[in-house]
């Protein structure tokens, strides 16, 4: 069954699984079982999508090493599909640790003064599901109010490659150099680019495409005040702005810290 490939990166004969593995105490297994379903499905949630796309699904027939299980599932084109695993896989790893290499395994606890072979929480995911799930989820084409059409991917902004591009409005009278300037103050802290061949529209609809989340335009204005106009890639709204505060701003909202955050 896992090496039939078919729905696009959803199954492969090759793939990359991310897991971790929890060491607790036994009897406290399904305590940190729930904890570890709550956690994993928020910071699923902090991807900004739809809670609506993702839900548990518990397994009633469970593998004969654990005492309970479920998996977090998503949304995909093709419907409701596994994303993630969690299992409480008791003390079933350690224990054949043990029985093929001859070697004790135990945990020493000193709260209890007493050794133990700990039990297992595992969480694991999918890294292509996971990839494939954004993928679709960011990916829309949109009708605009006048009629026009445009594609925009609408990545986490942690997750975006680019996270911001500079824009001269024209290339002349030294706005395109005002631009390289501004992404010579920020590139060391964030992937930047720039560009000037085409009307600024064109340029927005390029950068939609591929998910950067802010387009940071160098115009007349700029010259004389040190101000720009930001743009959002999702509402295509705009702002002005100093140059100055453009690091914090992109830092409070593309870093992936501002992402990690969430989970505190």
Same mark, same amino acid.
């Given at each position: 069954n896992e090496i039939v490939a078919r729905q696009f990166i959803f199954r492969m004969r090759e793939f990359e699984?991310?897991?971790?593995? =929890? =060491?607790?105490r036994p009897g406290t297994e399904m305590t940190w079982y729930d904890y570890w379903k709550s956690t994993?499905?928020?910071?699923?949630?902090?991807?900004g999508f739809d809670v609506k796309k993702h839900q548990f699904h518990d397994h009633l027939k469970l593998a004969h090493y654990a005492n309970a299980a479920c998996d977090i599932e998503f949304e995909f084109p093709f419907g409701f599909k596994e994303l993630e695993g *969690?299992?409480?896989r008791t003390d079933f790893d350690l224990k054949k640790?043990?029985?093929y290499s001859g070697k004790k395994l135990q945990y020493f606890d000193p709260e209890l003064n007493e050794s133990y072979v700990p039990y297992v929480v595992e969480t694991s995911i999918g890294l292509d599901r996971l990839f494939l799930a954004v993928l679709s989820e960011a990916y829309k084409e949109q009708i605009l109010p006048d009629g026009s059409q445009r594609v925009v991917l609408a990545l986490p902004f942690a997750l975006a490659p680019i996270k911001a591009a500079v824009l001269p409005l024209v290339n002349k009278d030294g706005l395109a150099e005002k631009a390289? !300037? *501004?992404v010579n103050a920020l590139k060391y802290d964030f992937v930047i680019r720039t560009e000037a061949k085409d009307a600024i529209g064109k340029r927005y609809r390029r950068h939609d495409a591929i998910g950067t989340p802010f387009c940071i335009t160098v115009d007349y !204005?700029?010259?004389e005040n040190q101000t720009v106009t930001i743009r959002h890639r999702d509402t295509m709204e705009q702002h002005r702005m100093p140059i100055a505060d453009l690091k914090a701003y992109l830092d409070t909202h593309v870093g992936l810290t501002s992402l990690l955050n969430k989970l505190a």
């Open positions: 699984q991310m897991e971790m593995q =929890f =060491f607790v994993r499905m928020n910071w699923h949630h902090t991807l *969690i299992h409480s640790h043990e029985a390289e !300037e *501004i !204005e700029t010259m």
